[in-house]
């Protein structure tokens, strides 16, 4: 059984720890969070040995009545891979401690691509993080779009990708984000960071992205037009996505007109957290005019990278090949609506 430390137990991190838990090689050594809160108490009620994150604030925990396993380097040492999953920033300044624990560690999409030996998503480059010992599991909307991309680029090949990211202000939980009535261009200026940041996983493909805020916590989504090498119909494009075990087509007798349908959609089929693992792709939206493909898509900021992760603990550890991995982890969480 893989040994995985949490490193970060918030939106991302409790996500990763629950996948974790469900998969049949591999088994959840422990989390660390920084503070007594609501998830401390739920991470002790599902079983999962809870470290301090920083040691010092040990006696919060127990002041709190919370069970401690200890400190989170006793964690770290303990863990055969750790998943960061901290907020922004803070994964650089953990890295020195995976290092001094040799644990590989795999970060998320607000690390910058500098820090790690590879940018990570499983269907466009599973292969590079074999060995590696610091992998960053890209962002949500790099994530969505690389799924999209990957089997484009194979199979058509892309001239070029232009992609508007219409993005939620900000999680349910994040009661201080924004705008609460505002349309933003953002950033004001081209590109946004997500064409670079998908140059991470595809370091030739030509893409140019802009981003808008609209307030909205739900969901984001994407405008994409993509101008392919080969021009097939709409019709092939449909049936090539289909294929993907992690892109939902979303069918037209559905009558899903937006993230709020697509979220009450997954809470129907009893997903935990309502989460939607796959790019959520409408499969009517998918045109094709000349040899621009055109489609629009939604993306699950919260857990799409969640079955990610899982995966990244396998490459870097040599324990699966891609498509092992893809049909392990989707097998064991239940991707594919
Ligand atoms: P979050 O704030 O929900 O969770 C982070 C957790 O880490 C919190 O519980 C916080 O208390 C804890 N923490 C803070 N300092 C810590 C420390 N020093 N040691 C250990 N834990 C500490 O954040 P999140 O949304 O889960 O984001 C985590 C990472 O995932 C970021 O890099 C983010 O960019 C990325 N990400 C977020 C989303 C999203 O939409 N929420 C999507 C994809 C990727």
Redesign the pocket.
Known sequence: MIKVGI???????KRVADAVALQPDMEVVGV????PNF?AETAVEKGYPLYA??EERLPRFEEAGIEVAGG?EELVEAADVVVD????G??A??KAMYEAYDTPAL?????SADLVDVSFNARANYSEAADADHVRVV??NTTGLSRLLAPLQETYGVKKARVTLVRRGG?P?QTGRGPINDILPNPVTLPSHHGPDVNTIFPDLNIDTLGMKVPATLMHTHSVNVQLEEVPTAEAVRDLLAGESRLFLVPERFDIDGAGKLKEYAMDRGRPRGDIWENCVWEESVSVEDDDLYLFQAIH??SD?VPENVDAVRAVLGAADADESIERTNDALGVGL
């Open positions: 490193n970060g137990y918030g939106t991302i991190g660390a969070k920084t503070r998830e994150a920083i989170v999953a901290c907020p922004s803070i994964g300044e953990n970060y998320q999409g607000g690390e962002s949500c999680d939980g900021q919260e990278v």
